[in-house]
Structure formats: structure tokens, C-alpha cells
């Protein structure tokens, strides 16, 4: 025959109201309506600010080379070898030399500042898939050519950070030449910056052949860099260094680490005050059921039945309310997802819906929080009942 478990009977008859035992009591409902709020928000929070990181991370990845490679002494001359090297490396999918020098892009009156990258588009770079037209002239940024009031067709003047020598002394190099490609990743901050001409071209208006000052690789999965940085470690020379995409984007992603950790933090308050709320109607309970207890202590009941039959009152309130909160988070942030309720500026975040991105690690770690911080707030109102003076409740 089954053992009854009256510490369980007791602990769900205890949620209940006096009068109508099917309906919960305020009390316990309030408690639970906070969890499941602080729950359901902090889920959903940390879903939206993983779904904007994942998209961020995304664009600098796909608008980056994932390692680039360069050389203490600034330019150095084009190492077929090296590059053939770097290649043999089952992780690495392209391989290709680029020239990068700062200048101010001019047109219409109005000038830019910019990072000219010199590449070879035979080699089928990185950034192809964000370029819109061909590549015989310069790809200027999307947001570079609002800036300059340029379209594709149009010439635009170059003029470069760097001098060549002449009769009279270094004069800067300077040139015109056809915007034919708009270069559009969806990052203002890179579609604003980054321009993008052909490798022999810039050597020919630098007269610099053969020179470049930066090797950069792609991967297949750029979450190898560290595997591929152990490589490159073995096979460049020591006059050569590398940084890999984590690196040059460090205090970016640090920054947002920071800001979900915060914001974690101030959204766990509010599972914080749910938590005191079931402490204070546990504190309440005890104080109108210390008839209650005192019977049942002397029908025989111990100090840690009485104890655990709080404790149970508080983690059953947790469990609720975290369950409800959990359906809540979940719910929201799949509709964020799939459909369009909350529309967002096209032209300030380059989406329109807002990107969530719930993983299953985080629903458990805020659940095992979460019912965790409620059986704790149910030790002080269970210990209260635990040490009651029965006798003195008996005479009275």
C-alpha cells in the first residue's frame, strides 16, 4: 500500500484559499504572476539581445577577412609561396594579397574619408557577394555615396595617404576614376568607410608593383581561427604577424557581453522581488496556520516535516510561476521571430523585424535560477515554523 505524503497534501492545500480550496489565494497568485513576468522577460530580453549579437556578428564576419596577415615593416613584396603555404591548410577556403592605404574620395564638391582596399577580384574575395555591379573601376560604399552624391557611372577623384617622388620633391597621388560597383553589407559604419578598387590599378597610380602590406584569409568555418592561428604561427616568418577577426572586434564584443550581463542583472530584480513576495505570504501563512502546525506536531509530525512542508509551498509556487514565465518567453520571442508585430527602421538596423534568438541553455539556467531563488526565500518562513513553541500555542 502507498505511503501517504502529507508534507506534499498540505504544501498544494496550503496555496489554496480558506474558503474555496480550487481557486489559488492572492496571495500565492501574485507571487506567481511576478515569477512568471520576471521569467518570461528576462527570456525573452536575453533572446533579442543573442538574436541582434548573432546578427552583428554575422555581418563583421561576412564584411571582414577572417585572419589577416601583416608585416612589421608595413608593405612587403607579393610571396606566391607564402600564399601557396597559407593555402595547404584544410580549414582555410580563400587565400588572397590585398593593398589597404587611407584617402579622401571626392565628387559633386563633397569629400569622404576612406579605406581603399586594393584587391584582386579574380580571386573571388570575400566581399563579392555584398558588391552590386562590375569591378573594372572603383566600388564605393553604399553609404560613402549618399555622403559624396555619387552614382555608379560617375567619376570620382581619389587622393591617397601616400606620396610619390618627384622633380620638385613627394607629391601626393591623386587620380580619377569610374564608380562601377556599390559595395552594401548592411554595417553603416563599413558601408560608409570601405571602398574597394582593382590590385593592378592602384599599383599602376602608386607605382608600387608588386608591394602590399596585408594578406587576408578566409575560412570555411571562421570559428577555427585558433586552430588556423597555430599554423600560421609554425609557417610565417618572423617578421610577419596575423590577427584574427575576434581580435580586431574585441571591445565590440565585449561591450555587448557587458550589456547582456547588465541587463541580465536588472531583469533577475524582478524574480528577486517575486522571491521576497513568496517569502512575505509564506511569513503570513505561517502566522495564521500556527493552530494548524501545532496539531499536527502533536499528532506526531516533526520539526523537518514542518519545515519541509513550507519549503515544498515555496517550490511549488516556484515551479508554477517559472512554467508560466518559461511559456511566456517562449511564446513571445516566437512570434517576434515569425512575424512582423514589431516593425524596426530599415534604414537605421538594415532588418524589419526584430531578430531573437532563445537557446535552450539560457530557458534552463533562468528556470534552475529562478525556482532556486524561491526556495530559498521559503527557508526563513519554514524555519519560523519549524522552532514554534507548540505548547504555547496549545494553552492559548
Request: net charge positive; hydrophobic share 45%; charged share 15%.
Amino acid at each position: 500500500m502507498k505511503k501517504f505524503n502529507f508534507e506534499n497534501f498540505l504544501a498544494i492545500k496550503y496555496i489554496s484559499s480558506k474558503k474555496e480550496e480550487k481557486l489559488i489565494s492572492l496571495s500565492s497568485l501574485l507571487s506567481i504572476i511576478s515569477i512568471a513576468i520576471g521569467v518570461g522577460a528576462l527570456i525573452l530580453v536575453l533572446g533579442i539581445m543573442n538574436g541582434f549579437d548573432k546578427m552583428l556578428e554575422s555581418k563583421i564576419i561576412g564584411a571582414n577577412p577572417h585572419i589577416i596577415v601583416k608585416n612589421f615593416n608595413g608593405t612587403f613584396n607579393l610571396d606566391n609561396n607564402l600564399i601557396k603555404s597559407i593555402k595547404t591548410d584544410k580549414l582555410v577556403s580563400n587565400v588572397y594579397p590585398s593593398l589597404v592605404e587611407q584617402c579622401i574620395i571626392s565628387a559633386n564638391g563633397q569629400s569622404s574619408g576612406s579605406i581603399l582596399n586594393g584587391v584582386d577580384f579574380n580571386d573571388k574575395p570575400y566581399i563579392e557577394k555584398y558588391i552590386k555591379g562590375n569591378t573594372k573601376g572603383i566600388v564605393l560604399g553604399k553609404e560613402l555615396m549618399k555622403a559624396i552624391g555619387v552614382r555608379v557611372g560617375q567619376n570620382v577623384r581619389v587622393t591617397l595617404a601616400y606620396s610619390n617622388p618627384t622633380a620638385i620633391g613627394f607629391s601626393p597621388v591623386s587620380f580619377e576614376i569610374p564608380v562601377t560597383g556599390v559595395f552594401d553589407s548592411g554595417m553603416y559604419e563599413y558601408d560608409l568607410a570601405f571602398s574597394y578598387v582593382p590590385l593592378n590599378i592602384l599599383w599602376q597610380k602608386m607605382q608600387t608593383y608588386d608591394l602590399i602590406n596585408t594578406i587576408a584569409i578566409n575560412l570555411y568555418n571562421p570559428y577555427d581561427i585558433n586552430k588556423v592561428g597555430k599554423y600560421l604561427e609554425h609557417i610565417l616568418p618572423a617578421s610577419y604577424y596575423f590577427v584574427t577577426w575576434a581580435q580586431m572586434n574585441k571591445n565590440f564584443f565585449t561591450a555587448l557581453k557587458l550589456e547582456k550581463i547588465a541587463m541580465a542583472i536588472i531583469l533577475l530584480l524582478i524574480i528577486i522581488v517575486a522571491a521576497f513576495d513568496i517569502m512575505n505570504s509564506l511569513t503570513m501563512l505561517v502566522m495564521e496556520k500556527v493552530k494548524d502546525i501545532a496539531i499536527l506536531v502533536s499528532l506526531g509530525a516533526t520539526a523537518s516535516n514542518i519545515k519541509r512542508i513550507f519549503i515544498k509551498q515555496g517550490l511549488i509556487l516556484g515551479i508554477i510561476g517559472t512554467a508560466f514565465g518559461d511559456f511566456l518567453g517562449l511564446t513571445l520571442g516566437y512570434l517576434l521571430k515569425h512575424y512582423n508585430i514589431v516593425s524596426l527602421p530599415k534604414q537605421v538596423y538594415y532588418i524589419t523585424k526584430i531578430p531573437v534568438d532563445i537557446t535552450f541553455t539560457y530557458v534552463v539556467i533562468i528556470s534552475i535560477v529562478s525556482i532556486g531563488l524561491c526556495t530559498l526565500a521559503s527557508l526563513y518562513p519554514a524555519s519560523k515554523a519549524s522552532k514554534m513553541n507548540v505548547i504555547e500555542v496549545l494553552r492559548q
